[in-house]
């Protein structure tokens, strides 16, 4: 795959395999005659069952065996994948922390040096020796870098809850919907006047009033819905992402920690942190680890407040009830009224397997990892 069919037939290959190397190393080799050459080996533990998902840890196009200092560096380098910011699927990169580099696949490359570009200085992309694109940085900043590579590989990210906003596909639909109606008033409007030897002062009133109208609904609009939070998901260092709408109808991604979260007064904001509103929805928290998400985005206080307001609503509420008595034992270890809501929700349910776990925990005391 990674030289292509063209140059095989060049090549008048004989045979093309797949064996065992040292060092729980695959090799993938095509022979002419009885010279091998080595075109990739790889580790299998950066194998994937998706077709075409494997990744080259080693390229060699020569019949040359590499040399050992070569070698040494390559089988230093640790593949592993990330989960970047406006991907879906996990991305595989090459690491040596060593060295201070990283190879990728080019697109991943330049995402990543985006993402590192914020908070390191003096990051570098670059083609190397062999063609791919690799990032270096400078000796001071192995720390911030391996504390953003551990924090966004694919295992940490992947086992974590991730919020998705209830809103975010029309989100995007209608920003695009505005700049065109931008797009369309901001032409629209001059085309009355030109051409015209005389516009009268109605023309032109007309025309201003109708840019105006394009950029006032747009940028209302854009102040409206930049709070609106599209994805949330917690990181393995205990940080947070949150991707909000951009007014071109794209994504901004915002990381911060529970010590920057405030609570919001501003209209369409649940919370703020590091100086930006967010808005998320709180009723799409479904589950335990959900559920600690939350407490720690909205504060003890103003989540005992929702608990007590959706009891007040429906005091018979089990996922409620269940979800209040989790809070008071785990953040508040107030046993006697956690015991109290988890045993309201045994009465309606006395099989409920998460009720009965907690309430042995409230029992003898301890808390669930």
């Known amino acids: 795959r990674s030289v292509g069919p063209a140059f095989l037939r060049s090549m008048r290959v004989h045979t093309v395999k797949i064996c065992d190397l040292p060092a729980s190393k695959v090799g993938l080799s095509v022979s002419r005659g009885p010279t091998p ?68 696949l080019e697109a991943t490359m330049k995402v990543l040096e985006a993402e590192l570009s914020k908070s390191v200085q003096g990051i570098v992309m ?44 029309g989100v995007k639909r209608v920003k695009m919907l505005s700049l065109a109606s931008l797009l369309f008033t901001s032409i629209g409007g001059p085309l009355l006047v030109v051409g015209e030897a005389n516009p009268t002062s109605m023309q032109w ?33 205990k940080s947070f992402e949150a991707e909000t709408p951009l007014l071109t109808g794209g994504t901004v991604t915002t990381r911060f920690h529970p010590a920057d979260i405030t609570p919001s007064t501003a209209p369409f904001a649940t919370f703020k942190a590091k100086g930006r509103s967010f808005f998320i929805h709180k009723e799409l928290f479904i589950g335990d680890e959900a559920q600690t998400m939350l407490w720690e985005l909205l504060g003890p206080q103003a989540v005992e407040d929702m608990y007590t307001a959706q009891l007040v609503k429906d005091p018979s509420d089990p996922d409620a009830l269940y979800n209040y008595g989790r ?10 009224e956690a015991e109290k809501a988890i045993k309201q929700v045994l009465d309606m349910d006395p ?7 907690l309430m042995e925990h409230i029992k003898t005391g301890t808390k669930p990892e």
């Open 351 to 357: 099989e409920d397997k998460g009720a009965l776990e």
């Open 205 to 237: 009133g007309l025309a201003v009033a109708i840019i105006f109208f394009g950029v006032s609904t747009t940028g209302l609009l854009h102040l409206i819905t930049s709070p609106y939070v599209v994805a949330l998901r917690r990181l393995a260092d």
């Open 327 to 336: 809070f008071l034992w785990l953040v508040k270890s107030d046993a006697p």
């Open 37 to 104: 050459l080595v075109l990739a080996t790889f580790a299998p533990a950066v194998l994937r069952p998706r077709a075409g998902a494997w990744v080259s840890a080693v390229r060699h196009l020569s019949t040359e065996a590499p040399t050992g200092e070569a070698e040494a560096k390559a089988e230093k380098r640790k593949p592993m994948f990330l989960l970047l910011s406006g991907s879906k699927e996990p991305q595989p990169i090459q690491i040596n922390l060593d060295e201070r580099v990283i190879v990728g």
């Open 126 to 169: 670059a083609l190397n020796d062999k063609g791919n694109y690799e990032i270096r940085w400078p000796k001071g900043a192995d720390d911030d870098v391996a504390t953003y590579i551990l924090a966004h590989e694919y295992t940490a990210v992947e086992a974590g809850w991730e919020y998705q906003g209830a809103f975010s596909v």
